[in-house]
Structure formats: C-alpha cells, structure tokens
C-alpha cells in the first residue's frame, strides 16, 4: 500500500518560514515541525498543490524524488452566466481568522493589507463559506496579493468563467502592477 500525503501553501509554509503571526502560531509550528521531522520520511508519495511548494519540503528535508504536483480540481468547473450589476466588482479572499496563525497571519499572508490601499471600487469579501456561484456571475476581477500559496481553486475557477485576476505567484505583490491590472480589467469591461 503507498502512502500518501497532501501538501497546500500554508502547511509548506510552516515547514521553513516564519511569517507574522500570533505566538501560538510560533508554539504550533515549533511542534508541527518536530512531527514532521519524522512523519515524512513514513510516506511514499507527498503531493504538492503547486511547484513553487517543493522548495519548501525540500529545504526542510524530504527526498525530492517522492515530490509530485497534483493540482486540486475546481470545485465549480462549469461557466456561469454573467448577470447586469452596478459598479466594477472586485472578489478577494480573507477567510476567517480560526486559523492558527489568526488575523495577523491571515492579513500578511493574504495581502490585505494591500487590499485595504484600493479605493473607488466595489470591494467583495469571501472567506470561504459562500456559494460562489451565486457570486461569480456578478465578479468584474479578482485579487489575490498572497505572500504564499499554493495553487488557489479560485484562480482555475476563475479562467473557466474567465474573470480576470492578478495574482503574486512569486509571493511579492506588487501594487503598481495590481493597479495597472484593475484599469486594464475595469476598460475592457466598461
């Protein structure tokens, strides 16, 4: 029987980084990294969401051979129908702060500090409890300046309704650039 795992950004994250958080987040991920010290060398296979997560298990020491990308599917993988809305309406994510890290985290990791710069838009939040097919028929672009990640769902799910998005896949987001991109967006659709 082969053993496998599923790494997302977050958990590869805590192997090797050290981002803003609460000190709980410190004292989990002192633990978290003692368990996986030892956990991973008892697994065949572990599955990255995204490349860009193997630096991550690599630099904390596991065997680069027994790393395979395997994307997660969309959850909504038909196109929705756009519906007439007022406005240029831009989709974010913040999920709640439940998180071990919490708000602190949360907000570094998810650029929302960089959100918060942009003004003269109509500003949606999600956090990843809602039907989002209720709410993409009326999303004109969605921004995701995040620090670090894997491959968001979001992002496949907004190519098949072909919403677009900036996203910092380098985890450096740029707010020149988001800014450049959201005009280009708001002219193409007014």
Not at 1 to 10: A, D, K, L, S
Not at 58 to 63: C, I, L, N, S, W
Not at 127 to 155: A, E, T, V
Request: proline residues 6%.
């Amino acid at each position: 029987m082969i053993r496998t795992c599923q790494w997302v950004g977050t958990d590869a994250l805590m192997l090797t980084e050290r981002p803003p958080a609460n000190r709980i987040w410190y004292l989990k991920q002192i633990l978290y990294r003692l368990k996986w010290k030892f956990a991973h060398k008892r697994y065949d296979i572990h599955y990255i969401v995204h490349e860009r997560l193997r630096k991550n298990l690599v630099e904390f020491g596991m065997d680069p051979s027994k790393i395979i990308v395997k994307i997660d599917p969309p959850i909504y993988k038909r196109k929705f129908r756009k519906k007439k809305h007022e406005g240029f309406n831009i989709l974010y994510y913040h999920p709640k702060s439940v998180d071990i890290g919490g708000e602190k985290y949360i907000r570094w990791k998810y650029g929302i500090d960089i959100i918060e710069k942009l003004n003269g838009f109509n500003l949606i939040r999600i956090d990843g409890s809602q039907d989002l097919s209720k709410i993409y028929p009326i999303i004109d672009f969605y921004l995701r300046p995040s620090r670090h990640d894997g491959l968001p769902r979001i992002i496949l799910e907004c190519e098949i309704n072909k919403i677009p998005y900036y996203y910092s896949e380098n985890g450096k987001p740029d707010i020149n650039e988001i800014k450049r991109c959201l005009r280009s967006a708001k002219k193409e659709i007014i």
